[in-house]
C-alpha cells in the first residue's frame, strides 16, 4: 500500500511570507495542527505547527527590532526543510519515519520539490481500519499458526474448501519463537462447518468473532 492512496490530496497550506496570524487562522478555520509552508511554485520550503504557532505568540521580540510576534513572517517560525515522503513510498515507512521522529505528520512531495499532499497519524489509522475490512460482514479469525509457510496454505484450502471469501488477512511473525497469529476475515455461508474444519485440522484459534450485520 502506498503513500499516495491514503495521503490528503491538495492540503491547507500557507505562503512563507504570510503572517503566524494569518497561519493560525488556517489553523483554527480548518482545524488542522501543521501547514505545509509553500513558495509561488507550489515547492514545499518548511511546515509550521500549532506548537511552532503558540511559541510566536510568546515570543518576547523588541518593538524596536521587530514585529508582534503575531505580525511576523511563518518563515521566521517554520521548520525548513521538513522531513518528506515520496507518494510511491510504502505506507510502513512513513508509519516507521513519524514514530521514530515522534512527529504526527509528513508532507508527500513529488521528486521535483512540487507539494503533492500530507498524510497524518489518522490517515494511517484509516488505511489501517480499511485494510483490516474493520465493520464489514462476516467473521474475524485469529489463528496460532507455525512459522512453516505451508500452514498457511493448509488453512486457505479450507477456506476454499467452504467457499470462503477472504477479505482482509494480517500476518504477525513475531508473536512468539515458535509461532505466528494469523488473523484473517471472511465471509460466506457455512461459517459454522468451516471454524469447525479449522479446530479439526489442529490449528489453534485464538479467537473468531462472526458478525452478520453489514457493520
Known amino acids: 500500500m502506498f503513500v499516495k492512496l491514503w495521503m490528503k490530496k491538495d492540503p491547507i497550506v500557507v505562503a512563507q511570507d504570510q503572517t503566524i496570524s494569518e497561519a ?4 483554527r478555520q480548518h482545524k488542522v495542527r501543521r501547514l505545509p509552508v509553500v513558495n509561488a511554485e507550489n515547492e514545499l520550503t518548511g511546515i509550521i505547527t500549532r506548537q511552532d504557532i503558540m511559541k510566536a505568540m510568546s515570543a518576547d521580540l523588541s518593538p524596536e527590532s521587530a514585529p508582534p510576534g503575531g505580525d511576523v513572517p511563518v518563515a521566521a517560525f517554520m ?13 510502513e515507512i512513513a508509519t516507521d519515519i ?27 489509522c484509516r488505511a489501517l481500519t480499511d485494510i483490516l475490512s474493520v465493520g464489514e460482514a462476516g467473521a474475524r479469525i485469529e489463528l496460532q499458526i507455525g512459522k512453516d509457510a505451508r500452514n498457511i496454505y493448509d488453512i486457505f484450502n479450507i477456506f476454499k474448501d467452504f467457499d470462503m471469501i477472504v477479505i482482509s488477512m494480517a500476518l504477525y511473525s513475531a508473536f512468539s519463537e515458535n509461532y505466528q497469529l494469523l488473523t484473517v476475515r471472511v465471509q460466506g455461508e457455512e461459517m459454522e462447518k468451516m471454524l469447525d474444519a479449522l479446530w479439526k485440522s489442529g490449528v489453534k484459534v485464538h479467537r473468531a468473532m462472526v458478525d452478520d450485520t453489514d457493520g
Do not use: F, H
Open 24 to 27: 493560525d487562522a488556517l489553523m
Open 98 to 124: 513519524m514514530r521514530k521522529n515522534k512527529i504526527s505528520g509528513l508532507p508527500v512531495v513529488a521528486k521535483e520539490g512540487t507539494l503533492l499532499g500530507i498524510i497524518t497519524e489518522s490517515d494511517v
Open 79 to 91: 521548520t525548513s526543510s521538513p522531513i518528506t515522503v515520496d507518494p510511491m513510498d510504502p505506507l
